[in-house]
C-alpha cells in the first residue's frame, strides 16, 4: 500500500520597502507566480504619494496585520517576505500570527516563516534609523535620501544605492521609475 502525499504550496505576501510600489517587483513576482505561487503584494499607505504624507509605520502595520490575518483566518500558510522597510512593517503586523501557535491554539493556517531581504528584524522599540545609527552611518542619511520639508522623501541616487552594478540599464531604469516618494518619518517609528 503506498501513502499519497498532497502538498499545497504556502501562500507568499510581499511586504515591499519604502519607495517602492507592488509594480516594482513584477520581475520577482512573475518568476513565483511561474512556479506556481500565489503572491501578494498589497500596496502600503505610507508610500502613497501624499503631500504632506497621511500613513505610517501603523498604518502599514494594521493594512498588512488586517491582509495577513484574512489569509491565515481562511487556514494559509503564508511565508512573508520583508524588503526594506517591509521588516519593520512585517515584524510589526505579523505578532501572534505564527503557524505553530495557531496550531497549538487550534486553529488552522498561520505564518510559517518570515524572510527579511535586505531588511532588519528589529527588537521592540527600536526602529530603522536606530540600525544606522548602530553603525556610526548616521552623517550618511542626508547624502543618502532627500528629504522635503514635509518629511516625504525619496533615495538620492536610487540606481547607485537600490540596484547596484551588472543590472542592465533598461531593467535598473524600469526599476527606478517605479519608485514613488515615502513617508520618511517611518525610519524613525519604533517597532511595538
Known amino acids: 500500500m503506498s501513502a499519497t502525499i498532497t502538498t499545497t504550496k504556502p501562500t507568499l505576501v510581499l511586504i515591499h520597502g519604502g519607495w517602492h510600489i507592488p509594480s ?8 513565483l507566480r511561474s512556479a506556481g505561487y500565489e503572491v501578494h503584494v498589497p500596496r ?39 524588503h526594506s522597510y517591509g521588516g519593520q512593517v512585517g515584524t510589526n503586523a505579523l505578532q501572534d500570527l505564527g503557524h505553530t501557535s495557531r496550531t497549538k491554539q487550534g486553529q488552522s493556517g498561520g505564518v510559517a516563516h518570515l524572510i527579511y531581504m535586505c531588511a532588519f528584524a528589529l527588537p521592540e522599540g527600536s526602529c530603522m534609523i536606530d540600525k544606522v545609527k548602530e ?23 536610487p540606481k547607485t544605492l537600490l540596484v547596484g552594478p551588472g ?24 517597532v511595538a
Open 24 to 31: 516594482t517587483y513584477s520581475k520577482l513576482t512573475s518568476a
Open 44 to 82: 502600503l499607505p505610507s508610500v502613497n504619494e501624499t503631500r504632506p504624507p497621511n500613513a505610517d509605520l501603523a498604518t502599514d502595520t494594521s493594512l498588512i496585520r488586517s491582509y495577513v490575518e484574512s489569509l491565515v483566518d481562511a487556514g494559509r500558510t503564508v511565508i512573508a517576505l520583508m
Open 135 to 157: 553603525f556610526s552611518y548616521e552623517y550618511l542619511t542626508p547624502l543618502a535620501f532627500d528629504f522635503a520639508d514635509d518629511d516625504s522623501c525619496v533615495s538620492r541616487d
Open 167 to 190: 543590472t542592465d540599464d533598461a531593467e535598473a531604469e524600469a526599476y527606478v521609475s517605479s519608485l514613488v516618494r515615502w513617508n520618511g518619518k517611518t525610519m524613525c517609528q519604533a
